[in-house]
Structure formats: structure tokens, C-alpha cells
């Protein structure tokens, strides 16, 4: 075999024995660098396939919180309910306050909602979560009693102004559309809590307007024109439940029967 022959069979790894010392180091060196970079870029979050190199399997993920609602979202519900509820809240309000389950708190929600092949979203939402609404119901937070000024100054300051939308957020539909504006994503505190940061900028309905200045004795307001107005008419309820003796005042059970 000539030389030629010999020197194309030696082995690529074999380093030949008249290797100057300083070039064998050098060598070792450069691989002991590239080894810590390569170990460097198994533990870069860019680089996933060299991440999971010699562990043989993927890292479980661990199971995290549900996903919140998002403000704009949230908001979104919470002025639907708004304009939807207002409108019939003269209505609702005595049959509210007197209702004893949670069938019938869904019941007096039905009376109001369009039929289902015509419901919003939000609609369905609060129908799904009558449990949750029937507990507002009975909280104190909702059950406080609301200042005279509050209303007067929801009713009556220009729309504008911020203390006039503080007091409107003060209202009791209002405060079940903050409440309930989340519900199921959070809890109805949750929603509550972050609706009220954050005052509505729908303007107060008619009908609810018209309820609280009949209410108070306050007079209509300069200038206002009805024609083309309508008021909603609920739809039959669908238990027994039945509006409370008018000499009932807000917010107090009726007596029982003895």
C-alpha cells in the first residue's frame, strides 16, 4: 500500500502522534466551549427541540386559573343589561324584592327577556345564573337602603357630570348589571367591585326615570317630549308569584298569613 494509500485510511478522530502539544490543547479547549454553548441553548425558551434533547419526554404544563374577562368585555355585558333591565324595572322591582327562590327570581327574568330565538348574549347569561342573581338579591349590598340625594342627583345633574354618573351607578338595576355583568367567568363580587370602579355612561331609560320622579314628586324634565315613546310589557309570569300588597313598603317582606 503506498503512502497516499495509508494516509487516506487513518482515522479523522485519530490525532497523529507528531501533533505539536499547544494545537492538541488548543483543540480540547474549543470543544469544551462549544459543549457549555450547546448546553446554554437547551435551556433557551427559543429553542424548544434542543430543551427537551435528553430528557426524552415533553414538560406536563400545570394546570392554570380559568381565564378572567377581559374589561371591554366585561363593560360590553354590563351596559346590555343595563339598557335591557331599566326598561322594565318599574315592573320588576316589588316582585323582586319578595321573591323567596331561586325559580323564582328566573321566572320574573324570563317575564322580561325576549323570546329565545331572539336573546342577546347577555340575556341568556343572567338566565343561566339566576342562582347568582337570587343571592345578590338578599346581600346587603344590594338591600341598602339608597339616599333621596342619590337619586336627585342621577336624575336630575347634567349628564357630564361624574357625580351624576356616580350616583346612577348607585341605582338597583344598575348594581345587578355590575354585579352580574362577569358572572360565570368571576364571582358577582368580583364584578361588582370592578363595574363600580368604573361608572356607566349609558344614559338613565325613560322608564326608570319617569318611576323615581313619580316616586319622589319631582317634577318632568323642562322641555320633554313623549311622542314615540313606548313602555315594554312583560310577558305573563310563570309561578305563582305575585305582586306584594301596595301598602308594602320598598324592601320589607309582607306579613304572613296566619
Known amino acids: 500500500m503506498n503512502k497516499r494509500k495509508r494516509e487516506r485510511n487513518n482515522s479523522l478522530d485519530t490525532i497523529p502522534e507528531d501533533q505539536p502539544t499547544d494545537r492538541v490543547t488548543e483543540l ?28 426524552g419526554r415533553e414538560e406536563k404544563k400545570k394546570p392554570g386559573q380559568k381565564e378572567k374577562i377581559g374589561d371591554e368585555e366585561l363593560f360590553h355585558y354590563r351596559d346590555a343589561h343595563i339598557i335591557w333591565l331599566e326598561r322594565y324595572w318599574p315592573w320588576m322591582i316589588d316582585r323582586l324584592l319578595v321573591a323567596s327562590t331561586v325559580p323564582e327570581v328566573e321566572a320574573i327574568i324570563e317575564a322580561v327577556a325576549p323570546d329565545p330565538d331572539c336573546r342577546g348574549e347577555w340575556q341568556n347569561r343572567l338566565l343561566q345564573n339566576a342562582a347568582a342573581l337570587f343571592e345578590f338579591f338578599w346581600d346587603e349590598r344590594f338591600r341598602k337602603t339608597l339616599p333621596k340625594a ?37 364571582a358577582w363580587r368580583t364584578s361588582l367591585d370592578r363595574c363600580s370602579a368604573q361608572p356607566s355612561t349609558v344614559s338613565v331609560a325613560l322608564n326608570l ?29 310563570q309561578t305563582g308569584l305575585t305582586r306584594p300588597d301596595e301598602g308594602t313598603p320598598q324592601g320589607v317582606d309582607p306579613p304572613t298569613k296566619s
Open 28 to 55: 480540547e479547549r474549543k470543544i469544551t466551549n462549544l459543549q457549555k454553548d450547546v448546553a446554554m441553548l437547551k435551556r433557551l425558551s427559543g429553542w424548544p427541540l434542543l430543551a427537551h434533547e435528553g430528557n
Open 209 to 237: 326615570d319617569m318611576y323615581y320622579r313619580e316616586q319622589l314628586g319631582m317634577p318632568a324634565p323642562r322641555g320633554q317630549v313623549l311622542i314615540g315613546m313606548s313602555c315594554p310589557v312583560p310577558k305573563p309570569l
Open 150 to 186: 342619590t337619586v336627585l342627583d342621577a336624575l336630575s345633574l347634567p349628564w357630564g357630570d361624574e357625580k351624576r354618573r356616580l350616583a346612577a351607578n348607585q341605582l338597583p338595576p344598575r348594581q345587578i348589571a355590575n354585579a352580574m355583568a362577569g358572572v360565570p367567568e368571576i
